[in-house]
């Protein structure tokens, strides 16, 4: 005899009630906005090689910048309509506030102070970083703890002055920081020999190795990592329609790597699949994009634009990129990693 436990009572009510809230978004008026002016605003470093940098030609690329783009391809239908701005770590988070940008898309540490008290909202953390030191090669020290009254060089204004201190406080190493205002004069100092060492996120640290040592080789990376540095982008809060946006394209391209969707074979699985998650994620059959208050195709655009998120941090920041950097904690969740999306759906 068929029979109604109170569990599955709840569980149709629960039913009936998702499927009545599956409205349409509304447009905030962030999307207005960038819909008006045909053009996505994103703040991005003035210059940090694998996340965000200029070529001669004015050309954008990078892994924050890849994000932007993303963004621009699922809203606006293209990648191209993307404005950058270049901030520099002081004037990123009041270029955000005062409505100059969109979206900050620029190797910044989500922190419970600039989450709470900033007025923005963090989308996820596109890149999990930690940070760590640089020393030259042929001097003494091999490891963190040896950096005993050792002349640092950080630059203001980030949360590497901070972990700083507390690291050596909490080792009692009497590190004497030295303070630059802008990135050029803190690695210009460190290059130059004025400090005994120079500290960022491990990224910015083989970034800046790559791009400005004159030799890469004679500067060593410690292998210690200080703290933690989750980065990834925000948008100002007010607006939770672009901030639904903001987090479900980065989470599209997330699924797209689980589900094997890439750049090349996007245009053939929106139209051909077997796997009914591939379906869901490109649009073939079901419209999740009207629930965002866009299209059907909007993952498929940024996967197409950009590639999926491995393709992305291949391309800027992995192995076999300028970079080298590991994959490591940012491989996907089912192979070793913590970059874990919630299901598309
Ligand atoms: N992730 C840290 C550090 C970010 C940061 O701004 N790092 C420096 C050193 S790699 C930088 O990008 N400077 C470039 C600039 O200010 O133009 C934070 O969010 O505070």
């Avoid at 053939?268 to 699949?273: D, F, N, P, V, Y």
Wanted: charged share 20%.
């Amino acid at each position: 005899m068929f029979e109604f436990k109170p569990s599955r009572l709840a569980c149709l009510a629960l039913l009936a009630a998702g499927a009545l809230s599956a409205t349409p978004a509304l447009a905030g008026k962030t999307i207005d906005a960038i819909k008006a002016r045909g053009q996505l605003v994103c703040g991005v470093n003035t210059g940090l090689a694998g996340f965000s940098s200029a070529d001669s030609q004015g050309n954008w690329s990078g892994l924050d910048v890849d994000y932007c783009k993303a963004v621009a391809a699922s809203l606006l239908g293209d990648a191209g309509k993307v404005k950058w701005v270049p901030l520099n770590a002081q004037q990123r988070f009041t270029a955000l506030q005062s409505g100059e940008i969109d979206i900050l898309s620029r190797n910044t540490t989500w922190t419970l102070t600039r989450d709470a008290s900033l007025g923005m909202h963090f989308v996820g953390a596109t890149y999990y970083d930690g940070q760590g030191f640089m020393v030259p090669s042929k001097g003494k020290i091999k490891n963190a703890k040896q950096l005993k009254g050792a002349t640092v060089c950080v630059q203001s204004g980030t949360t590497t002055e901070k972990n700083l201190t507390d690291f050596s406080r909490a080792n009692g190493l009497a590190i004497k920081p030295v303070v630059f205002e802008k990135l050029e004069a803190a690695t210009g100092a460190y290059f130059a020999g004025r400090c005994q060492a120079y500290t960022t996120d491990a990224s910015g640290l083989a970034s800046t190795r790559n791009k400005e040592a004159k030799t890469p080789a004679d500067h060593l990376i410690l292998p210690e990592l200080i703290s933690k540095e989750p980065l990834g982008p925000s948008v100002r809060r007010g607006d939770d329609e672009f901030f639904a946006i903001a987090k479900w394209v980065y989470f599209a391209l997330l699924e797209a790597e689980e589900y094997g969707i890439n750049q090349a074979n996007v245009d053939q699985l929106k139209t051909k699949t077997d796997d009914p998650a591939v379906g869901r994620i490109l649009g073939g059959t079901e419209d999740t994009g009207k629930l965002l208050g866009l299209d059907k195709e909007w993952a498929a655009r940024a996967i197409k634009a950009v590639g999926n998120y491995g393709e992305i941090f291949e391309r800027n920041v992995g192995p076999k990129s300028a970079l080298g950097l590991p994959r490591g904690v940012n491989n996907l969740w089912n192979h070793g990693g913590i970059q874990y999306a919630p299901p598309i759906r």
